[in-house]
């Protein structure tokens, strides 16, 4: 049989393809396996967890977990709902400012003529390749010098600009065609104007990339709470689920932490699903050239 | 700058509009207080011997010497480790990243996205937050997940303590590493191979191209380079980043050193014994290999005009 070429995306099922499922299949399990089991954990009862030989999934499910999670915060002095809080609000903080700095800069480096420019846009391509926790105590010290030490600062500012967000985005804008926004300058529009009218609406799937990026930092980053922020309740929930784990390995402690892990793991994922055709979409730009 | 005196104001013939350094400002201040200046900075303090409570010291470059001549620690295990782990994880992740899309790309819409999302998955919630979990499956006693399982199956006969063990730490360090490396340059590849043209296969086919296995080498890598290098880079940085995951499991510095990686090391001088100088030296040596290895991957991939 001649060999036909073209079969990238392909459109229906063919049975080639079984072939390839079954090749991925264990590996897609492998991956797979230890969230099932942390998800699977996080419902079982005290003497399932216990139990022995240990059980791979839960028999009788129960909210006892999460429920221990919130009383134990209680008596620790620092309430759960505290961490929660602060999880939330220096998320929200981060994502609104990092995609508010990171658009506007797109747009400029994109479409706005200065000088300068150039220099900045292969600053930042270098920068993509910045390893974070090399700077961990130069970070520190500029912290302290700026007094944000045990503030949300410390936690928001220093991720809010993300490289390989700003780069993301501004492949995006590339996109945007000259002559839609010259045709807004035509008509009167300043660069604000297009910035909001035009580009911003045109951007939205490199936007929801961009926020996703962001919130993945955000919401697991533990270096903060642990270098930067002295004050208890201060600190945020992935702090607070670490500490759960390291002082209080015991097959109980087990059952709260990994009911924990699950609160910090559910909202990355649903919020990769709903905007996961968004991400495609930039991802498609994201070639460096 | 009114607008309706230049109603042709357009934007390709607008050079030097200032208008521009309104809008980087924001992103380039913090990117110059929270990047630069903190580069900058460990540059120059990797130069001095610093406490971090009294003011730092000029040395030259001591610490330098240090790390290269006299820092057991960093050359009998540190750096093995990192190469061993960055080659496993940032080349063996990378290369399988590719095949998993390209595999990925050959099925139906609903299959790959599926399948994608739960490879991608691992990656969101980095090491960090997986603490937990790694802990109940390599639990050292026979209540642990793969000890019991491998008991079952009469592999071993009593448990192995993982997590304490210097002959498992860096492979499973490495597992878990490799086990959350689907991250966003394997999503970069997915579309880079999506968005290939697909005439260009008909063509091949016709041309000669006989498999599957030419049509990849002839026809996709040269089309997805760019995306290729956004994942090289990506898998570089992650590679050489993720240091955490033996920290959360076993502390720092890791039994016997069997697991630590520069990134700890770093952490070990800066935040344990306050060699803040030292600490900064082996950052910018972290700072200069990630560096190198990007540009060997950019003179490698990018396109020859």
């Known amino acids: ?289 | 700058m009114s607008k309706e005196k230049k109603p042709k104001n357009k934007i390709a013939k607008r050079e030097n509009n200032k208008h521009g350094y309104m809008f980087v400002a924001p992103y380039a201040i913090v990117f110059a207080v929270f990047i630069l200046i903190p580069v900058v900075l460990a540059v120059v303090l990797s130069f001095t011997n610093f406490n971090a409570i009294e003011w730092p010291s000029w040395v030259g470059f001591l610490n330098y010497i240090t790390l290269l001549t006299s820092d057991e620690v960093f050359m009998q295990h540190v750096l093995p480790n990192t190469v061993v782990y960055a080659v496993a994880v940032g080349v063996g992740g990378y290369v399988l990243s590719f095949i998993l899309a390209w595999a990925l790309c050959n099925l139906t819409r609903i299959p790959r996205t599926i399948f994608a999302l739960i490879l991608y998955s691992p990656s969101m919630t980095t090491g960090v937050a997986m603490t937990v979990l790694w802990k109940v499956i390599f639990s050292g006693d026979q209540t642990g997940l793969l000890n019991s399982w491998l008991m079952n199956l009469g592999i071993i006969n009593e448990p192995i303590i993982w997590l304490v063990s210097e002959k498992y730490l860096l492979p499973i360090v490495i597992v878990i590493g490799l086990w959350s490396s689907m991250g966003i340059g394997f999503l970069s590849m997915i579309a880079g191979i999506l968005n290939s043209d697909e005439s260009l296969y008909e063509a091949a086919a016709i041309d000669g191209v006989k498999n599957r296995f030419q049509e990849m080498i002839y026809i996709t890598i040269p089309q997805m380079k760019p995306q290729m290098l956004f994942a090289a880079v990506m898998a570089i940085v992650g590679a050489f980043q993720n240091g955490l995951i033996s920290t959360l499991l076993t502390g720092n510095p890791s039994p016997g050193y069997a697991a630590q990686l520069i990134v700890n090391h770093i952490e070990d001088y800066g935040f344990i014994r306050y060699e803040m100088g030292y600490a900064a030296a082996v950052s910018v040596v972290l700072l200069l290999i990630v560096q190198i290895f990007s540009k060997a991957a950019n003179s490698l991939l990018t396109e020859k005009e």
């Open chain 1, 1 to 289: 049989m001649a060999y036909k070429g073209k079969r990238i995306n392909p459109q229906k099922f063919e049975r080639g393809q079984i072939k390839i499922i079954l090749i991925l299949l264990p590996l897609v399990i492998f991956m797979a396996m230890p969230l099932v089991f942390i998800a699977n954990h996080a419902f079982k009862p005290m003497e399932e967890l216990f139990a022995f030989p240990p059980t791979f999934f839960v028999r009788n499910a129960t909210l006892e977990n999460f429920t221990k999670l919130i009383k134990f915060s209680r008596t620790s002095g620092t309430p759960l709902s505290r961490y929660v809080f602060n999880s939330v609000i220096v998320t929200v903080l981060t994502v609104g400012l990092s995609l508010l700095f990171t658009t506007l800069t797109a747009f400029a480096l994109s479409k706005i003529k200065f000088k300068g420019r150039n220099l900045m846009m292969q600053i930042n391509q270098l920068a993509i390749m910045f390893v974070a926790t090399a700077v961990l105590i130069p970070r520190y010290l500029v912290i302290c010098k700026a007094g944000m030490i045990d503030t949300v600062w410390a936690h928001v500012l220093p991720l809010v600009a993300m490289p390989v967000a700003l780069f993301l985005v501004k492949q995006f804008v590339d996109q945007v065609p000259d002559s839609l926004i010259e045709a807004a300058y035509m008509d009167g529009a300043t660069d604000f104007q297009v910035y909001r009218k035009v580009i911003i609406p045109m951007i939205r799937p490199a936007i929801a990339t961009a926020a996703i990026l962001v919130f993945q930092q955000v919401w697991t980053n533990m270096e903060t709470s642990n270098y930067y922020i002295n004050d208890d309740s201060m600190k945020t929930l992935t702090f607070y689920m670490n500490s759960l784990v390291n002082v209080n390995n015991t097959v109980a402690g087990q059952g709260m932490a990994a009911a924990a892990t699950l609160i910090m793991f559910v909202p990355n994922l649903i919020l990769f699903i709903i905007l996961q055709n968004s991400v495609m979409n930039t991802m498609a730009n994201s070639g460096i050239k």
